[in-house]
């Protein structure tokens, strides 16, 4: 892919101008300043924000790499490089000694280990730990089986109880590939390596179709340990309606709200304004909370029950990440990264989290998505602080 040497920004004339990096002056003495994202020209004359010139400032863009973190970087007046002389470098998930010879100043948006979040296996072992250690205070997801390893302790609870719904996940997989809800131990092929859960038969619909919350949670340390999650997100529903009727299991397009799943589906309601919010098949976390108080619910508790699942969930993952970060990575505060929690509620609007995304999805298929994405990422990148330096200067030292 073609570097792009001179960032640019469209004009309203449609002339093209090179973008200009600005920095956000230090809060406190004694600290740097950091490049400014999601800043249009009217912000940066209201926030006086500063231009930065010199040193020029370059991320690297190793594999997938989506619309709405190379628009936050070109906007911010970054420059491609395919070098090593980056100071942000957005790339798939990275080897242990990937990281070694990263300096202070350079920001990489991955930790070390970080499918110990993202392989549902991983995931739901974590919390499991913490289960049997804390009880009750940890049961943030539903009951569940990694097979093959816990056949026996699955096949012994349908025998207890055969009314149960089950739903079967790859460990590894994502967009609702290999996804399966089920009834019974016979359904899953002998030593398959994959998690199996029970299914909430009782989700909370909307106008009759179950839907579920992509929350963006960002994580800027792990020791200590910093979460950050993000005030707003995506709400996906199903395309059709909900039945918990034993014949309508194999219907993926009702029980699963994956996009993937349901883009495809001709009842499939596209966003085509981003002004237009809370209508068709997504909408924003901020459209469901005026749902919830045009039917006279408060959406605070279940807020809450988010932020409580979040933070149990990092804690869950932590001793682990810590580890492998204390192992690999030469400076504390180089790594971050953006997680997409999948959070379904039940219909007394209990939350569960259903699984963690390492990679979430930030492509814009719709207005909705653009704009909100964009201003995720760009929020992301103003808390990580990216900050100028002269490379030749700092080798030197």
């Known amino acids: 892919e073609a570097i792009d040497d001179e960032p640019s920004e469209v004009s309203e004339e449609g002339s093209k101008k090179q973008a200009i990096v600005h920095v956000i002056p230090p809060p406190l003495p004694g600290l740097e300043p950091t490049a400014a994202f999601?800043?249009?020209?009217?912000?940066?004359?209201?926030?006086?924000?500063?231009?930065?010139?010199?040193?020029?400032?370059?991320?690297?863009?190793?594999?997938?790499?989506?619309?709405?973190?190379?628009?936050?970087?070109?906007?911010?007046?970054?420059?491609?490089?395919?070098?090593?002389?980056?100071?942000?470098?957005?790339?798939?998930?990275?080897?242990?000694?990937?990281?070694?010879?990263?300096?202070?100043?350079?920001?990489?948006?991955?930790?070390?280990?970080?499918?110990?979040?993202?392989?549902?296996?991983?995931?739901?072992?974590?919390?499991?730990?913490?289960?049997?250690?804390?009880?009750?205070?940890?049961?943030?997801?539903?009951?569940?089986?990694?097979?093959?390893?816990?056949?026996?302790?699955?096949?012994?609870?349908?025998?207890?109880?055969?009314?149960?719904?089950?739903?079967?996940?790859?460990?590894?997989?994502?967009?609702?590939?290999?996804?399966?809800?089920?009834?019974?131990?016979?359904?899953?092929?002998?030593?398959?390596?994959?998690?199996?859960?029970?299914?909430?038969?009782?989700?909370?619909?909307?106008?009759?179709?179950?839907?579920?919350?992509?929350?963006?949670?960002?994580?800027?340390c792990f020791d200590p340990l910093r979460v950050y999650l993000w005030r707003d997100g995506l709400t996906r529903f199903a395309t059709e309606l909900y039945s918990s009727d034993e014949s309508t299991l194999r219907k993926r397009s009702m029980h699963l709200t994956n996009f993937t799943v349901n883009k495809t589906n001709t009842k499939f309601v596209a966003n085509e304004n981003a002004d237009e919010d809370g209508v068709g098949s997504k909408w924003s976390i901020a459209a469901l909370q005026r749902h919830f108080a045009e039917q006279g619910l408060s959406f605070d508790p279940v807020w809450e029950q988010v932020c409580d699942i979040v933070v149990k969930t990092m804690i869950s993952v932590e001793p682990n990440v810590n580890t492998l970060s204390k192992m690999h990575v030469p400076h504390r505060n180089i790594c971050y990264e953006v997680y997409g929690f999948d959070i379904v509620l039940d219909d007394k609007l209990r939350a569960w989290l259903l699984e963690v995304n390492t990679g979430p999805a930030l492509q814009s298929p719709s207005p909705l998505d653009k704009r909100l994405k964009f201003k995720m990422v760009s929020d992301m990148?103003?808390?990580?602080?990216?900050?100028?330096?002269?490379?030749?200067?700092?080798?030197?030292q």
């Open 38 to 220: 999601g800043y249009d020209e009217a912000k940066i004359e209201e926030h006086r924000l500063v231009p930065c010139k010199r040193p020029r400032m370059y991320v690297k863009l190793a594999g997938i790499a989506s619309n709405a973190v190379k628009a936050a970087f070109k906007q911010a007046g970054f420059r491609r490089t395919k070098g090593n002389n980056w100071n942000a470098l957005w790339a798939g998930a990275l080897k242990g000694d990937e990281f070694h010879d990263m300096n202070r100043y350079q920001k990489v948006n991955h930790f070390p280990g970080t499918w110990e979040l993202g392989r549902k296996d991983k995931l739901y072992r974590n919390i499991g730990r913490f289960r049997r250690k804390l009880g009750k205070e940890f049961d943030i997801v539903p009951r569940h089986y990694v097979l093959p390893r816990e056949a026996d302790e699955w096949k012994a609870e349908y025998e207890r109880n055969e009314d149960y719904v089950y739903i079967m996940k790859p460990c590894s997989s994502s967009r609702g590939r290999g996804i399966r809800v089920l009834r019974t131990p016979a359904d899953v092929p002998k030593d398959k390596d994959c998690l199996v859960q029970r299914y909430i038969t009782n989700p909370s619909l909307i106008n009759g179709y179950k839907y579920d919350m992509r929350l963006y949670v960002v994580v800027t």
């Open 381 to 396: 990148l103003n808390l990580v602080g990216l900050v100028p330096y002269d490379r030749v200067q700092f080798e030197e």
